[in-house]
């Protein structure tokens, strides 16, 4: 079928290379000006990989959006708003469009789906998150990830024509569940990165353990499934994000407590403030997204900020 990838960076880029390998008609998209189109546009190559004949580039957004009824989005999802908006002055009702991201509305704290459904009503959308670098990918190491929307239809349809033997896909069946999920690994992210950069690695076990609770116990204030944590949009990635040397958020963390810049995106900065507003719509407490808010936005000090996440009174562990 043909799809258009909408986002020429690391993750959209690797999304065209896939469904190009998965046998569809891929026409992928970027902005004029920017950096990473003009690369591919030069080289055909990013850091990461290199595009094969069959990809097509354009930086026409309606052309893209012609091109076909299944689109792939996936740019940074502070962008998301704007960027519905824009895809809303072009015909695009019945089509669907996929959200390749892991992110929430930072000032609102609403779901990438939400955003697009309140800026482009009359589209179809779907999620497609889980586990997975570019990098491992492209070596041919498989991986498991997750689709999901609201019209199982539409999901069984997508799962089925993106299969392939490098990604084993599910049927999503929670959106608040994948999304929220998706978005708060990359805080869990962070905080792992912080660990490592202070020389408290062993500590990550019980990131997982207590980061799992404190995000499910918010999915479930919100009416999805709290199992849904327990799965490949969540804990499934905590392995690509918590320990993997390619993790963005991972690295953020790192080079934040070690005094250094890390420029690439790293989604959970966004999510952090995203977490307090949905902390105190929902009234859920969340120690460890608090403390990396403080250290993020109120120049907490982080070891003192992580250790005093010790010094809470004492509980049941469920
Ligand atoms: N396993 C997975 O599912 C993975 C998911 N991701 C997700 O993919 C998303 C993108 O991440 P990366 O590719 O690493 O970021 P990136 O920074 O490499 O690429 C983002 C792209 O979005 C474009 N962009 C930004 N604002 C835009 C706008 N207003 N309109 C159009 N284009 C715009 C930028 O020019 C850039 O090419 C993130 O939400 C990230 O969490 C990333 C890696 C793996
Ligand atoms: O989502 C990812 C892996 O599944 C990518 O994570 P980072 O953005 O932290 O690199």
Redesign the pocket.
């Known amino acids: 079928m043909n799809i258009s990838v909408?986002?020429?960076?690391?993750?959209?880029t690797?999304i065209a290379w896939y469904l190009n390998k998965a046998g569809h008609q891929v026409l992928l998209w970027?902005?004029e000006t920017?950096?990473?189109?003009k690369e591919l546009a030069e080289t055909r190559k990013n850091d990461y990989l290199a595009l094969p004949e069959g990809i097509e580039l354009t930086n026409s957004l309606e052309m893209a959006i012609e091109y076909s009824e299944v689109h792939i989005i996936?740019?940074?999802?502070q962008?998301l708003r704007?960027?519905a908006w824009?895809l809303n002055q072009h015909n695009i009702k019945g089509k669907t469009f996929i959200l390749?991201?892991?992110?929430l509305e930072a000032e609102s704290g609403k779901r990438l789906s939400q955003v697009v459904s309140e800026e482009a009503a009359g589209a179809n959308v779907a999620v497609?998150?889980?586990?997975?670098?570019?990098q491992d990918f492209v070596k041919g190491i498989p991986n498991c990830?997750v689709i999901g929307s609201e019209n199982v239809d539409i999901t069984k349809e997508i799962v089925q024509k993106f299969s392939s033997d490098l990604i084993r896909f599910y049927y999503g069946q929670d959106m608040i569940g994948n999304e929220i999920g998706?978005a708060t690994k990359?805080v869990m992210g962070i905080a792992a990165g912080m660990l490592d950069g202070l020389g408290y690695t062993s500590l990550k076990g019980s990131l997982m353990a207590r980061g799992t609770r404190e995000i499910s116990r918010l999915v479930r204030a919100m009416g999805g499934n709290d199992i849904t944590i327990y799965g490949l949009s969540h804990l499934g990635?905590y392995e690509?994000t918590l320990f993997s040397p390619h993790s963005?958020n991972r690295k953020f963390g790192q080079s934040f407590v070690e005094g250094e810049r890390f420029g690439?995106?790293a989604?959970g900065v966004a999510t952090v403030e995203a977490l307090m507003v949905l902390s105190k719509q929902y009234n859920v407490e969340m120690p460890i997204s608090g403390a990396l808010y403080q250290i993020l936005f109120e120049n907490a000090e982080a070891k003192e900020t992580l250790e005093q996440l010790f010094l809470r009174p004492i509980k049941f562990e469920f």
């Open positions: 909408l986002g020429c960076g690391r993750w959209g690797f970027g902005r920017s950096k990473n189109y996936s740019i940074s999802a962008q704007s960027f824009q390749c991201m892991k992110g497609w998150v889980g586990p997975g670098h570019v990830m998706a990359n990635d690509a963005h690439k995106l989604e």
